[in-house]
């Protein structure tokens, strides 16, 4: 039987530690699979008024 990734609300298959391939590289990179990064040039459209 085939586990699915431990992150939240995440359907794909896990490959390492639990994770699937992107929750993965997000915990060895961040240190958090939730993680999610604003696009480079994107920080004038967050709040800035």
Same mark, same amino acid.
């Given at each position: 039987? &085939?586990t +699915? /990734?431990?992150?939240?609300?995440? &359907? !794909?298959?896990?490959r390492? !530690? $639990? *994770? /699937?391939? +992107? %929750? *993965? @590289? @997000?915990? !060895?990179?961040w $240190?958090?699979? &939730?993680?999610? #990064? !604003?696009?480079? $040039? &994107?920080? %004038? #459209?967050? $709040? =800035? =008024?």
């Open positions: 039987m &085939t +699915t /990734c431990a992150a939240p609300d995440c &359907t !794909r298959p896990a390492a !530690r $639990g *994770y /699937c391939d +992107t %929750h *993965y @590289r @997000r915990v !060895r990179k $240190g958090d699979p &939730t993680v999610v #990064l !604003r696009p480079w $040039g &994107t920080d %004038h #459209l967050q $709040g =800035s =008024s």
